[in-house]
């Protein structure tokens, strides 16, 4: 047996491709990340402090801004740390923790946005029972549902890749602890954490992704059935949010899963995307187009200013 001195601290080599350019990253990258940050925790506030918003949709809204929140959280720092000219060390525990809440909260993200399509599909398709059918109980189960999935998912991908021994070289080659990058630097075979690895969020995506796109077609359906013209639009109105955030958030994760021959800058720019701008995207999708939310964002600015000046 030949003895190995295991790694216990990972190098992360950063964005592929843009040596040089890490000051104009960090003002972009420091920016995106600073209105997701602000966009969700309005969202978030506005959705807690409205009893009129204590309803099914809001409530996976809600959802969705922690989620977002955590996501982004889960590489941004790290990778603002090193632009700014800070280390670009990471332990092998600090890596493993990053591994596990970005594949957790990145696959519990795609198990909301199919119940959040599945809410939009039972308040379209069938609005007399939608309130019966989306109580608090169902609403409770579906939202708990996504996060034990998300944790599921996670365990067995981050297993996988972290079971296998690591002793060098400890560079990863890319800006955050992602399993190909990592398994990459494995001492032994990683072909069946890699296999596993792609089978696994490549079928979810696809299988969430359906789920949605049958939803939305039952919604389209109901929808041209409406007579009145005012009718379509509303009927419209409350599912093109949605829609448009599944578009930024789905893309990149196929494009960067189910490409056969990897970019490396492609995958990483993708990802960039899908980490930060999506969460910020998602609050400026959601709360320009609903006055609900900026109603209560109003009130709730009144208060603080009301505060304020006493």
């Given amino acids: 047996m030949t003895n190995h001195t295991m790694v216990t601290e990972f190098t992360l080599l950063g964005i592929p491709e843009t040596a040089g350019l890490e000051k104009v990253l960090l003002f972009l990258f420091s920016a995106l990340y600073a209105c997701a940050l602000l966009g969700n925790l309005l969202i978030l506030t506005a959705v807690i402090s409205s009893q009129r918003l204590h309803t099914p949709m809001y409530f996976f809204l809600g959802n969705l801004s922690i989620f977002d929140l955590g996501f982004c959280s889960t590489t941004a720092p790290k990778m603002l740390s090193y632009l700014s000219g800070q280390g670009r060390g990471i332990s092998f525990q600090g890596c493993v923790v990053q591994h596990f809440f970005y594949h957790c909260l990145g696959c519990t993200l795609c198990f909301l946005y199919t119940v959040m399509a599945y809410d939009r599909f039972v308040a379209i398709c069938f609005p007399l029972r939608y ?85 939305y077609t039952r919604i389209g359906i109901s929808i041209l059935k409406i007579r009145s013209t005012e009718g379509r639009r509303k009927a419209f109105s409350t599912c093109s949010a949605h829609l448009t955030a599944i578009l930024t958030a789905y893309g990149p994760i196929i494009i960067i899963y189910l490409q056969r021959t990897p970019n490396p800058l492609l995958g990483a720019v993708v990802q960039i995307l899908s980490n930060i701008v999506s969460p910020m995207m998602n609050s400026l999708i959601y709360s320009p187009r609903n006055k609900e939310v900026k109603r209560s964002l109003r009130r709730v600015f009144k208060g603080v200013m009301l505060a304020v000046q006493k």
């Fill in 131 to 215: 309130t019966v059918i989306m109580n608090h109980r169902v609403c409770c189960v579906l939202a708990t549902g996504t996060w034990m999935s998300g944790c599921v998912h996670s365990i067995i991908l981050t297993s996988l890749t972290f079971q296998l021994p690591y002793c060098g070289p400890s560079e990863v080659g890319y800006y955050f602890c992602d399993m190909p990058a990592v398994l990459l630097l494995a001492c032994e075979d990683p072909s069946l954490a890699q296999k596993v690895g792609f089978t696994n969020v490549g079928l979810l995506s696809l299988i969430c992704f359906f789920l949605i796109v049958v939803s």
